[in-house]
């Protein structure tokens, strides 16, 4: 399973040109196509809504919101208690802001091998986590 940050939905959607967004692009395609187990929070789907609305406009914005919810072969992590008091440990122990705790929060709870982000930072995070086998 692997685990899609908001931006891997964000900037193909906002037609964002470089390789990053390619390498996004090809994620997406490999999950519709089923070569690829993915999962997201659904917070991503908060995150989405917002910034296209900000972006686009609340129409545009309300259509790609509804399309995600039935992405094909996307997994969405629920947000529940467990998860939070997850975050709120990632929180104290590495200084992530809340949203970045509750994505690899639910990355580590749904068992994810690795993070799709172009924040280099949480996905080095990420790697120590699964290293040391933590239970947060």
Known sequence: MIYFFPEVFLEPVLGYLNEKTEKYRNYLLKTVKGEI?????VLTWVK???????????????????MFLFFKNLKLIELNEEILFK?????????LTPAEAVHLA?????????????????????????GKGKKT
């Open 37 to 41: 187990r993915a999962c997201t929070s």
């Open 48 to 66: 989405f809504f917002g910034e296209l609305n900000e972006e686009i406009g609340r129409d545009i914005a309300l259509e790609k919101a509804k």
């Open 87 to 95: 975050a709120l440990k990632l929180v104290m122990q590495e200084k």
């Open 106 to 130: 639910s990355a580590l709870d749904s068992r994810a091998s690795e993070i799709i982000t172009a924040n280099t930072g949480l996905v080095n995070i990420y790697k120590k986590l699964l």
